[in-house]
């Protein structure tokens, strides 16, 4: 699951022109697939960081709604990527970002 999904966020910001609210919305995936930056971002505390966090407890508490978030949260949890409720991200951007990793979890942006 974590492989297919940074294969497809890649692919995804190809078919990007690094403009439009996707593309925005998506910028929190950058530490999904770099946990280096990840773990510089959690340490900042940045805002880039919270808005990950937000997602992942969004994903987690709506998994019943997008039941294949469920074994990638898993697989964010054992790269220690864990969600937290900071409240700074609207639910309409944390749906549509749920909605987006759905997609690529279902192979929307496999090449």
């Not at 403009?19 to 925005?24: A, D, I, M, Q, V």
């Not at 964010?76 to 409720?85: A, E, F, Q, T």
């Amino acid at each position: 699951m974590y492989r297919i999904f940074c294969e497809s966020y890649i692919n995804f910001l190809e078919s990007m022109n690094n403009t439009g609210y996707r593309y925005e919305i998506s910028k929190p995936f950058s530490l999904i697939v770099d946990v280096n930056k990840f773990n510089i971002e959690k340490k900042k505390e940045s805002n880039l960081y919270k808005k990950l966090c937000d997602l992942i407890y969004y994903m987690k508490q709506n998994v019943d709604k997008y039941p294949k978030v469920k074994a990638f949260l898993w697989t964010l949890d054992s790269r220690n990527i864990k969600g937290k409720k900071y409240n700074i991200t609207k639910k309409d951007d944390l749906e549509e970002e749920t909605k987006l990793v759905n997609s690529f979890l279902k192979l929307a942006y496999w090449y």
